[in-house]
DNA sequence: CTCTTGATTGTTCTT
DNA sequence: AAGAACAATCAAGAG
């Protein structure tokens, strides 16, 4: 095993309670906006179809998409992501409001 | 330093 | 309202 063998062979977890104090929220995934865009053309090709097939419908044309129509919803995960470098940046910079310091 | 895991993001449909 | 398949992600923690 080069590395990681990660069980992700599941499914996703249930949600779990924060643990940070302000917990920076990370940006969106590529997966979010390019399913914002797919969403209506694969429900357009899918007319009447179960959230199931919708969402796996979805998967398939995500992977099917090549690296360059990727790129799009890359680049704004990537934006969306310096939101949330923001974010972290104050959840560093500010683990309590004090401004005497 | 390097790996592992956990937490998060948004869609759609169902009940 | 919330959950669940779908995929990405990436940042922090632990050794």
């Known amino acids: ?15 779990r309670a924060k643990k940070d104090p302000n917990a920076p929220k990370r940006g969106l995934s590529a997966y979010m906006f390019f399913a914002n865009e797919q969403r209506e053309n694969v429900r357009e090709e899918n007319p009447g179809i ?5 969402g796996k419908t979805l998967g398939e044309r995500w992977k099917a998409l090549n690296e360059k129509q ?3 919803y890359e680049a704004k995960a990537a934006t969306d992501k310096k939101r949330y470098e923001d974010e972290k940046a104050a959840y560093n910079a500010a683990p309590d409001d004090d401004d005497s310091a």
């Open 1 to 15: 095993m080069p590395k990681a063998a990660t069980k992700r062979g599941g499914k996703a977890e249930k949600k």
């Open 50 to 54: 179960s959230f199931g097939q919708v």
């Open 70 to 72: 990727r790129l799009p």
